[in-house]
Structure formats: structure tokens, C-alpha cells
């Protein structure tokens, strides 16, 4: 079993609420993942551009 799957099973058992309080929380991390991705990518290609 991966990571995601084990924290998907443990997410299912809470309660409605609870679980969409978490998935807030995901959406937090990935726009901030996304961002961070993104300002890495551009600092590269100014690195690489230079």
C-alpha cells in the first residue's frame, strides 16, 4: 500500500467535517507545492538565460 493510499483510508474514517477540513488543508499544500514549483522553474531559466 503507498502513502497516498493509507492516508486516503484514514481520511474516509473521519467525520464528514473533519475530512473537509483536511481537504482544505491538501488544497493549501498543492497551491503552495504549484507555487514553488513554478518559482523554482523560473529561477532556473533565468539561471540558464544568464
Known amino acids: 500500500m ?3 493510499e493509507a492516508t486516503i483510508e484514514k481520511i474516509k ?3 464528514d467535517p473533519l475530512a473537509r477540513e483536511v481537504g482544505n488543508f491538501v488544497d493549501f499544500l498543492l ?3 504549484r507555487y514553488w ?3 523554482h522553474a523560473c529561477r532556473h531559466s533565468e ?3 544568464s
Open 47 to 49: 539561471n540558464v538565460v
Open 13 to 15: 474514517q473521519l467525520p
Open 37 to 39: 514549483v513554478t518559482c
Open 2 to 4: 503507498t502513502i497516498q
Open 31 to 33: 497551491i503552495r507545492y
